[in-house]
């Protein structure tokens, strides 16, 4: 094939390409998903591999997440970051540390922001729940929180991006028009391990804008 005919088969193979990965960026900051490994998707909790649902006190529950009621059989000492990621498949709630050290499994609870992985899922019962997948509109519009990681490629990896979202949405909720100072202390929970904070925080101010633009909390 020569060249001509090859740049009359694929004329337009640059803007595609920066189409299609405009939007597998917008699919990935609406899911939340970032880096995934098998040893990583599959670790379980510290005790609880292998044992039976009996041994553990297994029990049907109702939780509230993302505005649908989900029944899930939970485990005594299950926290809600192991709920959300692998019995209901919401996996854009990291698990960094699995200590609460890290905030990558920050969750809204009831508006205020948590550590799913320091907050054990019975707790949550009659509660209203809020993941990184609660937050795009149904027609996939991204929440404007979420259009100013798009705006500014705020993050480098992204594995602490869903935490961020959600510690400065529960931030905003009660101070809905910081400085970068007060904004910066309101996420101070978070970590990114890619030392990416000072992007973070121009997004996050961002976003905070556009929320105050369109009216949204
Ligand atoms: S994974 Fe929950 S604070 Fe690090
Ligand atoms: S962007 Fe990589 S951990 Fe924050």
Redesign the pocket.
């Known amino acids: 094939m020569t060249d001509k005919m090859h740049a009359k088969d694929e004329p337009s193979a640059q803007p595609r390409d920066a189409v299609s990965r405009r939007a597998f960026l917008k699919g990935v900051i609406a899911s939340g998903a970032a880096v995934s490994a098998a040893a990583y998707l599959f670790r379980a909790p510290e005790g609880l591999a292998g044992m039976a649902p009996d041994a553990v006190g297994e029990r049907l529950i109702t939780l509230n997440v993302n505005g649908r009621l989900r029944r899930v059989d939970v485990m005594r000492q299950e926290t809600l970051?192991w709920t959300l990621r692998y019995k209901l498949g919401l996996t854009g709630t990291?698990?960094?540390?699995?200590?609460?050290?890290?905030?990558?499994?920050?969750v809204l609870i009831d508006d205020v922001p948590h550590?799913?992985?320091?907050t054990l899922t019975h707790t949550v019962r009659g509660r209203k729940v809020v993941t990184i997948e609660g937050l795009a509109a149904i027609d996939g519009t991204l929440h404007p929180l979420q259009q100013a990681i798009v705006d500014e490629q705020g993050f480098q990896c992204a594995f602490c991006m869903s935490?961020f979202v959600m510690s400065t949405l529960g931030f905003l909720k009660t101070h809905p028009n910081p400085t970068r100072e007060q904004l910066a202390h309101g996420v101070s929970g978070n970590l990114c391990r890619c030392q990416d904070y000072d992007k973070i925080l121009t997004t996050m101010m961002r976003g905070a804008e556009n929320l105050r633009r369109v009216g949204r909390g």
Not at 96 to 106: L, Y
């Open positions: 970051a990291k698990l960094g540390c699995d200590r609460g050290e890290c905030g990558a499994c920050t550590y799913s992985c320091s935490g």
